[in-house]
């Protein structure tokens, strides 16, 4: 019954080596969200999509880019990454309508060596 | 801009207990929702209670309750009969009528004594 799945759980990479983050939804919400969690921190939003309109952060790094080729699937590239970047990396999705809250993926934790 | 503050970044209750996790934020919008949300260790982040600001009455779920202080813009949870599985971090969450954003607070986390 999962609705919104991410994979993977766990990833690891080296500094500066490309990784994609993959969501998935199976509830059919028009609205994706990306999100970046660091210990014991609220979770920062990076972007997200309405429909396949793309809307960034302005704090959000260059480093970070967003994908969504269709209404199930959204992606999270994080072109070169640094040590910062180890984090928690939260999907979550919406139906737009104010009133709905966000359904919230289990998170890939993301460590970078 | 909207921010929302939660004072307590960690909290104890004793199991069966109840408490209070406190929430403040700030806006210029009359409309709006405000949410918490429950993080447990290693789990995913779910909705524990929602309230639309233009309704006076306070929010109820089961055990979780929240006293909305509009004029004062409060929004406190409060957890009866705490349970083990109560364990969590807890954020208070605003949305903006018109955004498709969540702003969140920096959470607080509740830990149950047995």
């Known amino acids: 019954d999962a609705m919104v799945i991410q994979n993977p759980r766990y990833q690891v990479t080296q500094f500066g080596k490309p990784v994609t983050l993959s969501c998935s939804q199976t509830l059919n919400h028009n609205v994706m969200y990306w999100y970046q969690q660091k210990s014991s921190q609220a979770p920062k939003l990076l972007f997200h999509?309405?429909?396949?309109?793309?809307?960034n952060e302005a704090d959000t790094p260059d480093n970070f880019q967003s994908r969504r080729p269709n209404t199930s699937f959204c992606f999270l590239d994080i072109r070169s990454p640094g040590l910062g970047d180890a984090a928690m990396y939260l999907c979550?999705?919406?139906?737009?309508?104010?009133?709905?809250?966000?359904?919230f993926g289990p998170g890939t934790r993301l460590l970078v060596l | 801009a909207q921010t929302v503050t939660q004072s307590q970044p960690e909290m104890s209750v004793q199991e069966a207990e109840t408490v209070t996790l406190s929430c403040t934020y700030d806006t210029s919008e009359s409309d709006y929702y405000l949410f918490w949300y429950k993080q447990p260790p290693s789990r995913q982040m779910i909705l524990v209670i929602r309230?639309?600001?233009?309704?006076?009455q306070n929010a109820t779920e089961n055990r979780f309750s929240v006293n909305f202080q509009k004029a004062a813009k409060s929004f406190s949870l409060k957890i009866s009969d705490s349970q083990l599985g109560d364990a969590a971090m807890y954020f208070c969450?605003?949305?903006?009528?018109?955004?498709?954003?969540?702003?969140f607070g920096k959470g607080t986390r509740l830990h149950i004594l047995p």
């Open positions: 999509y309405y429909d396949k309109d793309f809307n």
């Open positions: 969450a605003y949305r903006y009528l018109r955004d498709d954003k969540i702003i």
């Open positions: 309230q639309e600001a233009y309704k006076q």
């Open positions: 979550a999705t919406s139906t737009g309508r104010v009133i709905e809250t966000q359904y």
